[in-house]
């Protein structure tokens, strides 16, 4: 839980728990098709779909797929390392994560977009090859339950990060905006057909 602001945001937040990611990001895709908030002004999207390895232990490295495509990557640098965590690149870039979450039907939608993941201090090596396991044996199957030897330290953590980074683009004069080399470069609320790209496809 964290203390109510003293004084309300300037854009509202808005919480949205979504199904079907397994599927084809079948929630996040009736959303942005049949949204209750008029897409262009939505501000950003902030993805908690990559909690899981931070209850390996304390938090102290954090990563943030997608922050290099647009203005979210400044806050959320400057949000990660004003709480004492270091900032680190995709441990598994082959995994393709940032085209695989509930935030990229938003993307495909142009709203930027940041997920977020924590992990230990140490060696990277442990925490990879963590990963690595709970890709092969947990991941989208029954047995990915809550374990007694858990850390919840560490989801803490992310959390207050992503509700800094959160206030801050609330709070920000102008919506977080793509930078002009990304390839999800595009107005909010335009699709594929609309710009004539495929790379959504």
Request: glycine share 8%; net charge neutral.
């Amino acid at each position: 839980a964290f203390p109510k602001p003293s004084s309300r945001p300037r854009r509202s937040i808005v919480f949205l728990a979504v199904t079907g990611e397994e599927y084809g990001l079948l929630g996040a895709e009736h959303w942005v098709q049949h949204p209750t908030w008029p897409l262009e002004k939505v501000a950003a999207n902030i993805n908690f779909d990559g909690i899981g390895t931070e209850v390996y232990g304390p938090v102290k490295r954090i990563v943030g797929f997608g922050a290099e495509h647009s203005d979210l990557g400044i806050i959320f640098e400057d949000v990660s390392v004003a709480t004492g965590n270091m900032v680190t690149p995709d441990p598994l870039p082959e995994e393709n994560a940032f085209v695989r979450s509930d935030h990229y039907a938003f993307v495909k939608r142009g709203v930027p977009a940041l997920m977020l993941m924590g992990g230990p201090e140490g060696d990277l090596s442990i925490w990879v090859s963590r990963m690595k396991n709970w890709l092969k044996t947990d991941y989208h199957s029954p047995s990915d339950t809550v374990k007694p030897d858990w850390n919840w330290t560490g989801p803490q953590t992310l959390a207050r990060v992503g509700m800094i980074i959160g206030l801050r683009v609330a709070n920000a004069n102008a919506m977080p905006a793509w930078r002009e080399s990304s390839p999800f470069n595009r107005p909010r609320n335009q699709t594929k057909t609309q710009t004539g790209s495929a790379l959504f496809e």
